[in-house]
């Protein structure tokens, strides 16, 4: 998991300024690393413990709220693929359902996810 914590519009590229951001940017003050990382353990764990006791579904509902892919057009690497098509929502197991420009549904575990604009 990588996190652009307090990177300036400075310490982007021209073209990375374009997509990129960090927490200060978006907060408008810097950000003290330890306490982000506490702050991150901690729901980590939170979400550990929820999860042992079989509570998946209220960490999903969680993660769709906050999802702001879900709906938008992505292109998807993962497996040494290129994918476009539609985020359209979680799966009961985490992953994202992802709707090809094929038409077909594909569960992904993991990959690189980039906003078509």
């Not at 927490?23 to 408008?28: C, F, H, T």
């Amino acid at each position: 998991m990588g996190v652009n914590v307090n990177q300036t519009a400075n310490d982007f590229t021209p073209e990375l300024a374009k997509v990129a951001t960090s927490l200060r940017l978006e907060s408008r003050h810097a950000i003290p690393r330890p306490e982000l990382a506490v702050a991150i353990l901690r729901e980590l764990n939170s979400d550990y413990e929820r999860l042992k006791s079989g509570k998946f579904s209220e960490i999903a509902d969680e993660w769709e709220s906050f999802c702001t892919t879900l709906g938008r057009q992505i292109i998807l690497k993962t497996g040494g693929r290129e994918i476009r098509g539609r985020a359209e929502a979680l799966n009961d197991d985490g992953s994202l359902l992802l709707r090809t420009e094929h038409g077909r549904l594909e569960p992904v575990i993991g990959g690189d996810v980039t906003l078509v604009k």
